[in-house]
């Protein structure tokens, strides 16, 4: 069965260091893709970046980077020069396909990340 | 371009009411998919419609009903409330489901069972 595993409950980073948030997945579908959200304590999730698993080149979408890594089946984010506002809670996801050309979401837990002044 | 939007916010009700929340998808966005977060579960995929067509259902009891109207407008409907029911519920809406297009997600409605 598919699968999100984030391993880190919870993250101190001091501001301006960079942060690696790590997610695991496991499938058996050669085509799926990854994704990673910010949910900050307002409750709201915010979409950060997204990477195709036929992707050649690893996603880039500012200060967030995905280290894409297939066949360790791994899909880390890199956030560069951390600031306060990073502080939320980051979600791992992959989009599982189910009924031919159906799909949904399958979450990791989460990671709690913190950055301290 | 006005984001996806969910009513009420926050809400209050007693074991045994029923509960109907309200979802506006991104104009244009045909796809609406519905979520349950708690702290213990995480993140659950309650069901997805498209196009007045419900896609899948996650594994979430019968309890659990949606609908989605022509304008791509969405309710959720949770019957015979229990306290476990206590979750923030995040509507997202896409283009469509068959694609890579990402979700995007409301502030979501804080259900509160007493």
């Known amino acids: 069965a598919q699968k999100i595993t984030q391993t880190q409950p919870g993250m101190f980073v001091q501001e301006k260091e960079a942060v690696t948030l790590d997610c695991t997945y496991d499938t058996s579908d050669q085509s799926y893709g990854l994704f990673w959200y910010k949910q900050p304590s307002s409750g709201e999730m915010i979409f950060l970046i997204y990477?195709?698993?036929?992707d050649e080149q690893n996603a880039t979408e500012g200060r967030y980077s995905l280290n894409f890594q297939k066949a360790r089946k791994s899909a880390n984010l890199v956030i560069s020069a951390s600031q306060l506002g990073d502080s939320a809670m980051y979600f791992c996801a992959m989009r599982d396909k189910y009924m031919d050309s159906n799909y949904q979401l399958i979450w990791g837990a989460g990671t709690k990340l913190i950055i301290k002044p | 371009k006005a984001g996806v939007t969910q009513t009420p916010r926050y809400l209050i009700k007693t074991r045994g009411q029923q509960v109907t929340l309200s979802c506006s998808p991104i104009?244009?966005?045909?796809?609406v998919s519905w979520y349950q977060q708690t702290p213990g579960q995480g993140l659950q995929f309650l069901f997805e419609y498209f196009s007045e067509t419900q896609r899948n259902k996650g594994n979430f009891p019968g309890r659990f009903s949606g609908r989605q109207f022509s304008n791509s407008r969405s309710e959720m409907n949770v019957s015979t409330l229990e306290l476990g029911d206590s979750a923030l519920y995040l509507c997202?809406?896409?283009?469509?489901?068959?694609?890579?297009?990402?979700?995007?997600f409301g502030p979501g409605t804080r259900l509160t069972v007493l």
């Open positions: 997202a809406s896409s283009l469509s489901s068959a694609n890579n297009n990402e979700q995007f």
């Open positions: 104009s244009g966005h045909r796809s």
């Open positions: 990477q195709g698993s036929y």
